[in-house]
């Protein structure tokens, strides 16, 4: 039993002491991350945890380390951070260590330290280094140039040592012709724009597995090419302008201006802006100078390209030379015209007088010469033409108009050749200076030369002297003479002498003594109506006098003697010598006299008139001088306006008008009244009246208009007139159906076939008997007779005339229905006859001129 108790009680102790050893072998230190060996990349940051592994933490010491020196690491100071330094975390019996950037230096073996229950507990942990991929020089953005050789730079660190691949758009690359793959980078050989893209640089470290991939841009650059254009340009002076430089290039090139001549960078120059993006040069007010080369640059990162342009300045031309020449007659005259402009001016000459110019060279059969030349001065070109004319003439006298011309506009300039010629007084009357009764007159004289003449005047071939008679004003060019002829000797030939430095000329002045006009030569009647009378007048000869100013008829009734009661007529010269207002069947004498500026002449010329009889009024007479077959185009569409003369009324007051207007066509040459239901007749109530407007017309339509003048006797024959209106249409608002239907003009077609057909059947009539009227005529013949027979007449009718025929003219006797006044006369040789005319009577004196006639008009 004591046994038993001693072995039970060994047992328990030997529980207790494995229990100890067990509990003591479980307490220990862990470092996390758990690893032995940890490798870590340079630059990097690590943090290793000590953890206390015990069942009870709270009899483990706060853990510590240490670094590979042993050395123990402390914690950070409030406020800073060293590369290494710890941090505990007593509430969880942690200690923390903290490394930033560890470098290659930092590596080695690490520990943690503790004690439990005073045992002691420590762990370890090796710390080794390595460095990652690492892109040091390998810009994700590279450019290169365009025909050069470039490297695309990827450089890359790592241990160990990377390998490097490259890459295109996802193509793998190789070396070759044109890629070669260098340990820092990928050079390409003569790069060209297809190279442009993304290439892709991959670096791999096999012994630690890093992976790195490096995307680079790469962006070809092209040097500048400039565009083509004209290599000249040309310009205006005193306007703005602008040139544009253009050049292809990447990236987009700037621009720079320099004027050829001065290396002026034009950027900086007054008038001159440069707009370095788009290669604008801009001129501001374009001077002359402003013309020669220019160069344009063009420059971006891949180099730099220029271009020259010509600038030429178009300049207006400007004369500053054209003098006023003069030149004697019959000897050369020259006028010369100088120019300058840019390009060279073209100068021709014209004469103001003249629309067309000279040309260079021979004109006017060689007679006139224009020759032109041209050269340089200054920034512009002087251009000088010279006309030269040969055997001058008064007519080459004037103003001559200098034209200068180019491209950039005309310039004007007259100028004067005054031709010098010895006097003359070509444009000096030659009619007598007329003077009567002692009355003042001037003599005045007037030279034409070039230079001014002198006058001096002769009388009777000596100097003229003055007197108290006789005045001389002026000495030339223009001179008078006052002559109060009270002595009849002052009356002759006058001579005014012109002297010039070329010459000499005289015109001779007839001072006369006027008279009264002689008596009338001739007097005839011409034209007679029953109440006027129209003369055909021969007046004297004007040698002894001034000239016919006028003629004076006296009449009386015959019936009266004495010619102090006569009446008085006054025409002036070439009017018509009409006396109105007589009255019909009276008989009447007339005397005519003429008349200057004397005075009246002795009378003459006596003629006895004996009036017709009352009869309707004279036919009327358009204002205008208007044929009767004529076509007149009146302005408007619906009226024309009427103008007429009123006509004589041969002895019964004209107590109105008739216009009658019908529609008319014109076939084969002739009018004819299209339609007689159209004919408006209208009547005019005045006896006054000259004009009248017909109304309602139609547009684009011929008409016949007839006038008639009427008194209580009848009308007259018409005046007639044909008139067209102007297209247009009805006041009514729409257009007047057309004169002649479709179907008229078909009708009209048809009626000229069978006239056709007719002509030729009474030809076959007149020539062979033949022929469808021949047939019928053959048939009524006898009866056509027959009945002729019966009215008692052999003669075939004439055709019904379109318009009445005047009756045939006769001779009848005195009619005895109307007395006339004649005057009784015992000389049987002397009896009036009469003779009837279209029914008015006309009365002639036997043995005598006719003294009275009836109007035909």
């Known amino acids: 039993m004591r046994?038993?108790?001693?072995?039970?009680?060994?047992?328990?102790?030997?529980?207790?002491?494995?229990?100890?050893?067990?509990?003591?072998?479980?307490?220990?230190?862990?470092?996390?991350?758990?690893?032995?060996?940890?490798?870590?990349?340079?630059?990097k940051s690590v943090v290793l945890t000590c953890q206390a592994d015990a069942p009870d933490p709270a009899l483990v010491t706060q853990p510590q380390w240490r670094d590979p020196k042993g050395q123990i690491i402390m914690e950070a100071a409030a406020g800073t951070r060293p590369e290494i330094y710890t941090e505990a975390m007593p509430a969880k019996q942690l200690q923390l260590l903290y490394i930033s950037s560890i470098t290659p230096a930092m590596a080695g073996n690490y520990s943690c330290e503790a004690t439990y229950t005073n045992i002691p507990l420590s762990a370890s942990v090796i710390l080794d280094t390595f460095v990652a991929i690492t892109w040091t020089n390998a810009n994700e953005n590279q450019y290169a140039t365009k025909g050069k050789d470039f490297k695309v730079m990827c450089e890359v660190t790592a241990e160990p040592a990377p390998s490097v691949d490259w890459f295109k758009e996802e193509?793998?690359?190789?070396?070759?012709?044109?890629?070669?793959?260098?340990?820092?980078?990928?050079?390409?050989?003569?790069?060209?724009?297809?190279?442009?893209?993304?290439?892709?640089?991959?670096?791999?470290?096999?012994?630690?597995?890093?992976?790195?991939?490096?995307?680079?841009?790469?962006?070809?650059?092209?040097?500048?090419?400039?565009?083509?254009?004209?290599?000249?340009?040309?310009?205006?002076?005193?306007?703005?302008?602008?040139?544009?430089?253009?050049?292809?290039?990447?990236?987009?090139?700037t621009y720079t201006w320099i004027k050829a001549s001065t290396r002026e960078n034009l950027a900086t120059t007054s008038r001159f802006n440069v707009n370095e993006n788009t290669g604008l040069l801009t001129f501001d007010r374009v001077e002359a100078a402003d013309y020669g080369k220019y160069i344009c640059s063009a420059v971006n990162k891949a180099g730099q390209n220029e271009t020259e342009i010509e600038v030429e300045v178009l300049v207006k031309p400007r004369i500053f030379e054209l003098y006023n020449t003069t030149a004697p007659e019959k000897q050369e005259g020259r006028l010369e015209c100088k120019a300058t402009g840019r390009p060279a001016p073209r100068i021709s000459f014209r004469k103001r007088s003249n629309s067309e110019r000279f040309v260079n060279g021979p004109n006017d059969g060689g007679r006139i010469t224009i020759e032109t030349s041209s050269h340089q001065s200054g920034d512009q070109i002087e251009s000088s033409a010279v006309i030269m004319i040969s055997n001058l003439n008064r007519t080459d006298d004037g103003l001559y108009e200098c034209i200068a011309e180019n491209d950039?506009?005309?310039?004007?300039?007259?100028?004067?050749?005054?031709?010098?010629?010895?006097?003359?007084?070509?444009?000096?009357?030659?009619?007598?200076?007329?003077?009567?009764?002692?009355?003042?007159?001037?003599?005045t004289c007037v030279a034409e030369s070039i230079p001014n003449a002198t006058i001096k005047w002769r009388f009777r071939d000596a100097d003229l002297v003055e007197t108290p008679h006789i005045k001389i004003f002026g000495s030339g060019p223009i001179s008078y003479v006052t002559i109060?002829?009270?002595?009849?000797?002052?009356?002759?030939?006058?001579?005014?002498?012109?002297?010039?430095?070329?010459?000499?000329?005289?015109?001779?002045?007839?001072?006369?003594?006027?008279?009264?006009?002689?008596?009338?030569?001739?007097?005839?009647?011409?034209?007679?109506?029953?109440?006027?009378?129209?003369?055909?007048?021969?007046?004297?000869?004007?040698?002894m006098g001034p000239p016919i100013l006028a003629y004076v008829a006296q009449f009386k009734e015959n019936a009266n003697f004495d010619w102090n009661l006569a009446q008085n007529r006054t025409w002036s010269v070439n009017s018509p010598y009409t006396v109105e207002n007589l009255r019909p069947m009276f008989t009447y004498d007339f005397r005519f006299a003429a008349v200057n500026q004397v005075g009246i002449g002795s009378w003459g010329s006596p003629i006895t008139v004996i009036m017709p009889r009352r009869s309707p009024p004279e036919q009327p007479k358009w204002r205008e001088n208007l044929s009767s077959e004529s076509l007149i185009h009146g302005k408007y569409a619906d009226r024309y306006e009427l103008k007429w003369k009123i006509p004589a009324h041969n002895g019964e007051p004209i107590d109105m008008y008739e216009i009658r207007y019908c529609p008319v066509l014109k076939i084969s040459g002739e009018w004819r009244v299209s339609s007689e239901n159209e004919c408006v007749t209208q009547e005019l109530k005045s006896f006054e009246a000259i004009t009248y407007e017909v109304r309602g017309l139609h547009p684009d339509t011929r008409y016949r208009i007839h006038l008639r003048a009427h008194n209580q006797l009848g009308f007259s024959l018409p005046a007639q007139l044909y008139v067209q209106t102007a297209l247009g249409v009805e006041r009514s608002g729409f257009a007047h159906a057309q004169l002649l239907s479709s179907g008229a003009i078909i009708g009209l077609s048809l009626a000229g076939v069978i006239i056709c057909l007719?002509?030729?059947?009474?030809?076959?009539?007149?020539?062979?008997?033949?022929?469808?009227?021949?047939?019928?005529?053959?048939?009524?013949?006898?009866?056509?007779?027959?009945?002729?027979?019966?009215?008692?007449?052999?003669?075939?009718?004439?055709?019904?005339?379109?318009?009445?025929?005047?009756?045939?003219?006769?001779?009848?006797?005195?009619?005895?229905?109307?007395?006339?006044?004649?005057?009784?006369?015992?000389?049987?040789?002397?009896?009036?006859?009469?003779?009837?005319?279209?029914?008015?009577?006309?009365?002639?004196?036997?043995?005598?001129?006719?003294?009275g006639k009836n109007s035909a008009v």
């Not at 992976?211 to 092209?222: F, M, P, S």
């Open 758 to 851: 007719l002509i030729v059947d009474l030809l076959l009539l007149c020539f062979r008997k033949q022929g469808v009227i021949a047939t019928l005529c053959g048939k009524r013949a006898k009866k056509h007779n027959d009945e002729e027979a019966k009215l008692g007449s052999m003669k075939p009718r004439a055709p019904p005339s379109p318009a009445p025929l005047p009756p045939p003219v006769k001779l009848v006797s005195t009619p005895t229905d109307e007395k006339e006044p004649l005057k009784d006369t015992d000389d049987a040789m002397k009896r009036n006859s009469s003779v009837e005319f279209d029914g008015h009577r006309v009365y002639a004196t036997s043995g005598g001129p006719i003294i």
């Open 171 to 253: 193509n793998p690359i190789v070396t070759g012709d044109r890629y070669v793959i260098h340990a820092n980078g990928l050079m390409i050989k003569n790069v060209q724009e297809s190279d442009d893209g993304t290439y892709t640089c991959r670096a791999v470290v096999m012994q630690t597995g890093e992976l790195a991939e490096r995307n680079i841009k790469l962006e070809v650059y092209t040097a500048p090419e400039m565009e083509e254009r004209e290599t000249t340009v040309r310009i205006k002076e005193g306007e703005s302008a602008a040139i544009t430089c253009k050049a292809r290039g990447k990236p987009p090139p």
């Open 408 to 443: 950039a506009g005309e310039a004007w300039r007259n100028g004067h050749l005054a031709v010098q010629f010895r006097p003359t007084f070509e444009r000096m009357p030659t009619v007598p200076i007329w003077s009567w009764n002692g009355q003042t007159v001037n003599l």
């Open 484 to 543: 109060t002829p009270l002595d009849r000797g002052l009356y002759g030939i006058y001579k005014c002498v012109a002297t010039n430095t070329l010459g000499e000329a005289e015109h001779v002045i007839q001072f006369r003594e006027a008279f009264p006009p002689g008596p009338v030569v001739q007097a005839r009647q011409e034209t007679i109506t029953a109440t006027s009378v129209t003369f055909n007048i021969v007046g004297p000869a004007e040698d």
């Open 3 to 43: 046994l038993k108790r001693v072995g039970a009680t060994g047992v328990t102790a030997l529980v207790v002491l494995l229990a100890t050893i067990t509990g003591c072998l479980a307490q220990n230190l862990r470092i996390l991350p758990i690893s032995k060996q940890q490798t870590v990349a340079v630059g």
